[in-house]
């Protein structure tokens, strides 16, 4: 049996999230892609390494196959896709040796189903503290396991991550924000000096001619081109990294 698309797009993703860049997990434990530690076998997971989006897929589909191999080896009685889908989720998060020692399995083999909701709900800490992101992936596992879905759209406001830094946009980088700066202010310092040298020309071609030959005009277009390059390069480098 394996975990279904919907399970894997609607839980797993969701609140794992994809870091192409290692991270550490409020555990401490180096962590890269969509939640992938070095404990889920390769690839090791050291400070400072990167994946690319394609790669993260194939990690996730690699470890996936491991726990739902250990998922249907630990179960003893049938289940629906939803509740394989919810176990392998479990498994994938907390681990296949927490699965096995927990009460959780107890109840699921004494298909004590009722009870599972409640299982689910003590799986909430990560690093030693309840983590609001475990809070709802386990609301979203217990809505799972009875049969229903949410849509997408709506899914979007669970999309915590208890193992993962926040995802960065442009607007949030300081030295982005300082290249927009540096640009406005040379943008008004040659904005001041083709303002004096139209004033000054008497045609078109003087006034081109006198701008470039003059070094006030040349300093500050260097300082609007040098801030648009820091802009740009941090933009790249966040699309690619996400810090």
Not at 60 to 67: A, E, G, M, N, P
Not at 88 to 99: E, H, P, V
Not at 122 to 138: A, E, S
Request: with cysteine; net charge neutral; charged share 20%.
């Amino acid at each position: 049996m394996q975990m279904s698309d919907a399970g894997i797009n609607s839980i797993l993703k969701q609140f794992e999230g994809c870091k192409l860049k290692s991270y550490k997990c409020p555990a401490g434990i180096e962590t890269i892609a969509y939640g992938h530690t070095s404990a889920a076998g390769d690839p090791i997971v050291v400070p400072g390494m990167t994946v690319t989006a394609q790669q993260a897929l194939d990690i996730l589909h690699r470890d996936l196959h491991k726990f739902e191999a250990g998922v249907e080896a630990l179960v003893k009685v049938q289940l629906t896709q939803n509740q394989f889908d919810v176990l392998c989720d479990f498994a994938y998060n907390a681990g296949l040796g927490n699965l096995k020692s927990s009460t959780l399995l107890k109840k699921v083999n004494a298909q004590d189903f009722d009870a599972v909701p409640a299982e689910l709900g003590k799986w909430t800490k990560g690093g030693g503290k309840v983590l609001p992101g475990l809070v709802k992936r386990c609301q979203a596992r217990t809505l799972w396991w009875s049969g229903g879905a949410e849509h997408p759209a709506d899914h979007q406001d669970h999309r915590a991550e208890p193992d993962a830094v926040p995802v960065r946009t442009i607007t949030d980088s300081k030295q982005a924000n300082g290249a927009v700066a540096i640009g406005l202010l040379g943008s008004v310092g040659a904005a001041k000096e083709v303002v004096t040298q139209v004033q000054d020309a008497n045609d078109l071609f003087g006034t081109v001619i006198g701008l470039f030959g003059n070094p006030q005009f040349v300093m500050m277009a260097a300082i609007v081109g040098i801030g648009g390059a820091i802009w740009y390069w941090r933009k790249q480098h966040m699309e690619v990294h996400g810090v």
